[in-house]
């Protein structure tokens, strides 16, 4: 069972592909975290959207259970295999199966040595790391800020996800640069826009913004105009004090 934004209970429901089911029933959760308003889920500013009076909940999936589906199961047998733990009881805390995609939440002192395993066993070989995304879920006390690591294995034609929380007061994880050389860069812009700090990466510096550049453009809490654009002498004002929609 799940909660519903009511606080009631529903019943988890199946994914099936070409009438297969690839999730069982009874496999997947969902977590209401948050009940988001207006388009943004600005507070305390004017609202140029139009949507202001938008209310709906901000839904995640939550753990998965065995049996996880197809070649599912066989990659998280074979990492549990070769870490010489059970998932839940070290390096991955746990699984999430959503919408015919599987990730991997790993603690961020193991990374690398996840990272390892998955590129050179040759039953999984995730040769290439396509990219890594950062998130900010302020909601999260502890957690706040998550970074999300694409794999891919053309030996096998499949994709992965790792996903790895930090807290703001405390960001740093290790850098997966000496397994994926292609992290470099994604590395780079992460620590620039979310201030994830990768340890043992190469030249962490910023990427897009300059040096000097106060804050972190992507966390949630960065202010959404008032701030002078370089070299312009211009302004982007406020959102309380652009014009109205609603």
């Known amino acids: 069972m799940s909660q519903t934004p009511t606080g009631g209970t529903q019943e988890p429901s199946s ?5 297969e089911e ?16 207006g388009m943004f889920g600005i507070h305390g500013s004017g609202d140029t959207t139009g949507y202001g009076g938008l209310q709906r909940p901000i839904v995640m999936p939550g753990a998965s259970r065995r049996p996880f589906g197809g070649w599912f199961d066989d990659t998280a047998d074979q990492l549990e295999r070769l870490l010489g733990e059970s998932i839940g009881d070290g390096a991955v805390e746990s699984v999430v199966v959503d919408r015919d995609e ?9 990374v690398p040595e996840v990272c390892q395993h998955l590129r050179d066993d040759p039953a999984l070989r995730y040769e290439l790391c396509t990219g890594i995304s950062g998130v900010h879920y302020p909601h999260e006390t502890g957690r706040e800020l998550h970074a999300v690591y694409h794999l891919l294995s ?21 850098s997966v640069v000496a397994v994926y050389p292609t992290a470099d860069w994604h590395e780079r812009e992460t620590y620039d826009f979310f201030g994830i700090i990768f340890d043992g990466h190469p030249a962490l510096t910023r990427i897009l913004m300059p040096d000097d550049w106060p804050g972190h453009p992507q966390r949630k809490d960065y202010p959404l105009g008032g701030i002078p654009v370089e070299y312009k002498g211009a302004t ?10 609603s």
């Open 154 to 174: 053309m030996t096998h034609n499949r994709r992965i996800r790792l996903e790895v929380a930090v807290p703001e007061s405390d960001p740093h994880i290790a």
């Open 102 to 110: 599987l990730t991997l939440h790993v603690r961020r002192e193991r």
């Open 22 to 37: 690839v999730v069982p029933s009874e496999a997947r959760t969902l977590e209401v975290v948050e009940v988001r308003e």
């Open 15 to 19: 994914t099936a592909v070409g009438g």
């Open 236 to 245: 982007i004002p406020p959102p309380d004090e652009r014009r109205s929609y």
